[in-house]
């Protein structure tokens, strides 16, 4: 006897058809970037006509937030799915933490869309982070309630929240550059590293922090000495107002006050400077950070002035961070390369104080763990508190104080 197939209802094929059109824009992303997930690739890589995307979409940016609104449901269903609950916080934190490292390596892309949807889908990007500051909110919370933590204030326990969900995405790309040592049987990293995760969330560095910080340090220097210096703080103040997508060769000469041709003597296209633009805002970050850490020898204290003096500089040059959050999408190789370079710093930074008898409980290869951590504090806070609509430049002194508990003595109470 002939099976007759049942014919799919309009609501099936409509399903289907969205469907399609998101794990087509995943793909591209993961393999592209936002940047080129035009609506006619992915409508072909989906198999459907162009204008069927805005059958299911208001506009394109509207389809790329939702690439992340999408996966990261997904991302949730799977991380509670495989987290066993404990009645002790840190154990349930490094299941979750072992959960994500299976998660990213059955979907690579995950980080990608995550990283690059914070300067391409802003609205999607933020309320993911939202999720996972919730997430960690009600644990903490929780945790504190049963004297496995100390008892801190509900803005606390955000800031450590977005400590450790920026840590993830931090230590996540830093094993898919650079695979950790070590067999990593199921996941992304091996087991060690969830161990020194949660090692060192628990007690931090376990010393107090003795900092001196300047009482006055000149502010950034923004005037440009040269044509090419011009072009690149213009370039830098451009991307600020209206982010990497509108800061076209135009825009740039007209905040730089320059003629067209003048850009053309000093950089080959628009894409030269993108890769610029990243090496050339650290530089004058790392130059204005030093004179916090100076004066102070302990890893620890330079940590946490280097920290302030950060911050600091966020509060003259404000565009820093979307710079960096945008160089993920626009110059992916500079980024790739800052990001390790950032990592490669802070180890050898470490190594230098273990050689002098500081950080004697960690071994070598738990020094880049320690070094995303950090590496991720700083990011998100920026991110999180300092946006590009933000009026107060300045980080909310709850901050510092959380970092600095954290960094010294960790979470666990004693």
Do not use: C
């Amino acid at each position: 006897m002939k099976t007759v197939r049942k014919k799919k209802s309009r609501g099936d094929q409509q399903r289907e058809r969205r469907e399609a059109l998101i794990n087509a824009g995943l793909r591209i992303v993961n393999k592209h970037g936002y940047v080129n997930a035009s609506v006619s690739r992915v409508t072909e890589a989906a198999g459907l006509a162009q204008g069927t995307l805005y059958s299911y979409f208001d506009s394109h940016q509207a389809y790329l937030e939702e690439l992340l609104n999408v996966e990261g449901a997904r991302f949730f269903l799977q991380i509670n799915k495989h987290t066993v609950i404990s009645e002790n916080f840190f154990d349930t934190e490094r299941s979750a933490f072992l959960a994500f490292s299976r998660y990213i390596k059955r979907h690579p892309y995950f980080l990608r869309v995550l990283t690059d949807a914070e300067s391409a889908a802003p609205t999607s990007y933020a309320q993911h982070m939202d999720r996972v500051e919730a997430r960690y909110l009600k644990a903490l919370q929780y945790a504190a309630g049963e004297g496995q933590i100390r008892l801190r204030d509900r803005e606390a326990f955000r800031d450590i929240g977005e400590v450790l969900g920026g840590a993830y995405g931090h230590l996540g790309l830093g094993a898919q550059g650079r695979p950790f040592a070590g067999e990593a049987t199921s996941g992304l990293f091996p087991d060690w590293v969830a161990d020194t995760y949660i090692g060192f969330i628990k007690r931090g560095f376990e010393e107090s922090i003795d900092v001196r910080i300047p009482t006055s340090v000149p502010e950034p220097v923004q005037s440009a000495g040269s044509t090419r210096e011009a072009l690149l703080e213009a370039a830098a103040r451009v991307v600020w107002n209206v982010g990497f997508a509108g800061a076209t060769i135009k825009a740039i000469v007209e905040e730089a006050d320059l003629a067209v041709g003048t850009f053309y003597s000093h950089f080959e296209s628009q894409q030269e400077i993108f890769d610029e633009l990243l090496n050339h805002v650290r530089a004058k970050m790392l130059d204005h950070v030093r004179k916090f850490v100076t004066g102070n020898t302990r890893f620890i204290d330079r940590e946490y002035a280097g920290f302030v003096g950060f911050f600091d500089y966020l509060r003259h040059q404000p565009w820093y961070i979307r710079i960096e959050s945008a160089a993920a999408v626009y110059a992916t190789e500079t980024y790739r390369r800052h990001f390790f370079d950032l990592a490669d710093n802070y180890v050898r930074t470490m190594r230098h104080a273990q050689a002098k008898g500081e950080l004697a409980r960690f071994d070598d290869r738990e020094l880049p763990v320690l070094a995303y951590v950090m590496m991720a504090a700083r990011h998100y806070f920026a991110a999180r508190h300092l946006p590009p609509t933000a009026s107060n430049r300045s980080l909310p002194a709850h901050v510092y104080e959380s970092y600095r508990s954290f960094l010294g003595k960790g979470l666990e109470a004693r």
